[in-house]
């Protein structure tokens, strides 16, 4: 059963995602569902509510621009839309700073994050209370349409926590542009039109570019899956484990799960991914993960790497 919130309870939500729990929280957009975007538990938690099937990257909620500039890198445009538009309903995809704390599986590896400053008064003042952002993409299941009531989050996310703000006023999500580069490239046609941003930014038509094709995330190490047999271990190799580990003589062994839970698993897989792709070893040997719940999403991400 969904716990409804009333839009007074800020300081209970903050509570509980200061302990790593997911609460729903109403934008001006539609409904997103915030967890930690510092905590790779609470980054996990989202992927296992929304039920997906593989990691795409989860956009982060800040209180304002200035606070996101801990994170990522500002770049010349972002900090002209940013002037113009936030706090509202734009996403600025940006690179992710090298000392940045964001969760690994909140950019699902990539090395762009997507920073959003919603409007909304409500979302505002949950997030001005946080001394962290918020991993937050829309409170919806896998393949199901993004919410704008309370009541629709309830149907669809079950066992959640909602803060009941009433109606998102827009109801279309944020436009999402990448201005991480040389010329701005809108992945996601949203509530705000292009003319609107060329208009109110004074940008040249020409520097703007539309692609919906994702980012591939680069990995350039061999990976071995479905690994049961130490033999086929070498020793300039790692050991990616999942459960008791294959006793082994090798350079690293990381363990996603030493009690096979996927949701642990989860939240460490980038990260871990992340430590083997810059080490020395010459190939990455995975144990086999079970392909339910999120082990579907581990499994189609690695196959994704062969
Ligand atoms: O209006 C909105 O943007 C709503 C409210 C809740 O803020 N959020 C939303 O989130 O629509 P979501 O996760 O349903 O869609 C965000 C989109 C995804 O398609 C994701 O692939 C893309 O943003 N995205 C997020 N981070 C990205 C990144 N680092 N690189 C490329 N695309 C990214
Ligand atoms: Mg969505």
Known sequence: ????????????????????????????TVYGLGGNAYSDNAVAKIFACKHRSEFNPLSVCYSSFEKASADVIITKYASIIAEKFLPGSIT???????????????????????????????ALSILS????????????????????????????LKNITILDGGKCNIGIESTIIDCSGEKLVITRQGVISTEEIIEKCGIN???ILFSEKP????????????????????????????????SVNCKYVLNLSPSKNLNEATA????????????DVEKI???PIPNISL???INKRLKSLL
């Open 285 to 287: 040997c995975v144990m």
């Open 92 to 122: 600025l995809l940006l690179k992710r700073k090298k000392n940045s704390r964001l969760s690994m599986l909140c950019s699902a590896g990539l090395d762009t994050i997507g920073i959003r400053i919603p409007s909304n008064e409500i």
């Open 1 to 28: 059963m969904a716990v409804f919130l009333s839009s007074e309870k800020i300081s209970e939500v903050a509570e509980l995602l200061a302990k790593d729990e997911l609460v729903a929280f109403p934008t001006e």
């Open 129 to 156: 209370k946080l001394a962290f952002p918020l991993a937050a993409p829309s409170a919806n299941s896998s393949g199901q349409l993004s919410h704008t009531t309370a009541k629709e989050v309830a149907e669809d």
């Open 205 to 207: 038509r020409e520097l």
């Open 295 to 297: 082990g579907q999403a």
């Open 268 to 279: 460490n897989f980038f990260s871990m991914l992340k430590t083997l792709e810059n080490s």
């Open 215 to 246: 980012k591939k995330f680069s990995f350039t190490k061999k990976i071995l899956l479905n690994t049961q047999s130490s033999e086929i271990v070498g020793k300039n190799d790692a050991l990616l484990a999942f459960g008791p580990s294959l």
